[in-house]
């Protein structure tokens, strides 16, 4: 068994850190090098932006978007009210509000991961 110069944690001599602190074992005596700076805090991604996309999947089912029905000429109507659509005969569009949700899912993630704390 070895001892850890930093905590004096009693460590297995196949280690090369120290399992509690993180500070490097040496075994020559010599200096041991310091903790590594992100050790004991975690990156954390940015709840803002999680919230910023949570708000927009929100506003994005509140005001999808609307095209003509089935038995019309294909036509974007554009995006309206859940509870007003543009015409009386308008559904909503399933394949573009999809994309237009796993866009905002997708960007909403990748937007917090960039923007995570460290």
């Known amino acids: 068994m070895q001892t850890c110069p930093s905590c004096s944690c009693s460590q297995p001599e196949i280690n090369r850190f120290c399992t ?10 010599g200096d041991a090098s ?11 991604m940015n709840l803002t932006a999680l919230y ?3 708000a927009a999947l929100i506003l994005a089912v509140l005001c999808p978007p609307w095209e003509t029905p089935p038995d019309q000429q294909p036509e974007f109507l554009g995006l309206s009210f859940i509870l007003s ?4 005969e ?11 949700l796993v866009t905002i899912a997708i960007a ?8 995570r704390k460290k």
């Open 34 to 44: 310091g903790p590594r700076p992100d050790a004991g805090t975690p990156e954390q």
């Open 20 to 29: 509690h602190c993180g500070r490097r074992l040496d075994k020559s005596g």
């Open 52 to 54: 910023g996309m949570i």
């Open 85 to 88: 659509p543009p015409t009386a």
């Open 108 to 115: 909403g993630f990748y937007g917090a991961f960039l923007l």
């Open 90 to 100: 308008a559904v909503v569009s399933r394949m573009l509000l999809t994309i237009e």
